[in-house]
């Protein structure tokens, strides 16, 4: 079998925890976190959070906007598109989309920087940067997102060179919930711009954002497999040597799928997936699934080894994100470099201990640290983001609540947008400017209109 890259083979994953498990009754299917029937309901991406917001406003300009926050008073919640697996958007007040508020508005040829409205997805970047001699440093595994929405929650791709994408926000524009206009930047305003550039939706509407580009660059994808143990053992060494480097462990197995993926002049060479070769490996998965998960080791091995290494090369943004068309769940903690390994082995040690059923890989990447007062990956060390996931139609609970407790004993901070249980009280231990981006938010929305029920428990604690 060749040529399986990571898309294949985490749509084979679904595709085989989605035949082969009994359909379990999700969150999604009865309705979700924060259902009711009151109005027309909002959903996640996953299904899995519902809101009932009272109204919808997508404002056509940002002047619409500010006077609707100047002269309401009910509660407010921006989306983007929707690919939080956290309640971060329900509201019984309004949601504010901003379809409308899209596209490139300027750019800086000489510093190579681009602002963009923030409704913009990720997606529709890479052509116009590329037009004007511009291309991004990094994206996470997909780019359905929109600017703001990814920003917001410190989305970021892999590589150990490289920030989360709030990380290169040069300036941006915020409109506060009493509909002031604010345009913030390191130089004029440090410390409010360290707290908006990853701020939740929680400080107002974010409408536009500069960020600082690259040139545009073509990359070179390989994978192969390797057993985990052995490839966590060169994991720096090989972090440090490619551009961007990741494993995708395989749970009841001992091998990962390895990913490493570089600069090159070579030509584009990127055909699109196999459907045979999806089928084949979807259907030998689908065999593990009859067998008890202590059975399965041997088979999931025999199957990794048969894999065989593969290569792709494409412009930069169609390379680091692609389609993720099967829905799923997902909790991910980012963790000091040097936690990482322990925790991943502690994890899969703890998948077949308890012989927990679950077919869908782990990720597992290095982000560099920023200076934010709220990405995970601030402070003065580089983090591993390390995630777990479930299809949506199975309850993803029983599952992350054995696995979450591992993260927090590594000293893990939960990514904002992917599930997990914390709230304000050990949040302000994880991160040391927590309290002040509290009083920020107290400062700049002091009625909390732009809170609901789950930015309340991160925020304000105790209720
Ligand atoms: C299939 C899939 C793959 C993913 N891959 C990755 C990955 O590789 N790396 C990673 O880090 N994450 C990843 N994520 C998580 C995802 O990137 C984040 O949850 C992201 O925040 C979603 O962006 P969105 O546009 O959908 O925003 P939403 O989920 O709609 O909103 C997210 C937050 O942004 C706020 N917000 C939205 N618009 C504005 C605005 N204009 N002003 C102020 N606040 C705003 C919202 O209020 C909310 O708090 C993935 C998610 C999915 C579903």
Known sequence: MKGLNRRQFLAASVMAA???AAAKVAAAAGGGVGANNKSLPWRNWSGGVVGYPEGRLAPSSEAQLADFLASTSGAIRPVGSGHSFTPLVPTDGHIVVLDKLTGLLSHDSERLRATFAAGTRLADMGAPLKQIGQGMFNLPDIDRQTLAGACATATHGTGIEFKSLSGYITSLRLITPQ????????QSSPELFRAAIVSLGALGVITRIEMQNRDPYR?????????????????DQLAASHRHFEIIPLTHSDYSLVLATDETDEPINNPPASPEEDAA?????????TLPPEQRRPQINALAQFIGPSERVDESHKILSSVRANRFNEMEYSLPKEAGAACLQEILATIADQKLDVVFPLEYRYVARDDSMLSMSSGHEDHVALSVHRVASEDYRPYFDVIEPIFWKYGGRPHWGKIHKLGAEQLTELYPDFARFQQIRQDIDPRGRMLNDHLRTLFVGGS
């Open 281 to 289: 490996f979807g259907a030998a998965m689908r065999g593990w699934m």
């Open 18 to 20: 989605l035949s082969g």
């Open 219 to 235: 990359l070179k994808q390989r994978s192969w497999v390797e057993k985990t143990e052995v490839i966590l053992g060169q994991f």
């Open 179 to 186: 509909g002031e206009q604010l345009d913030l930047d390191a």
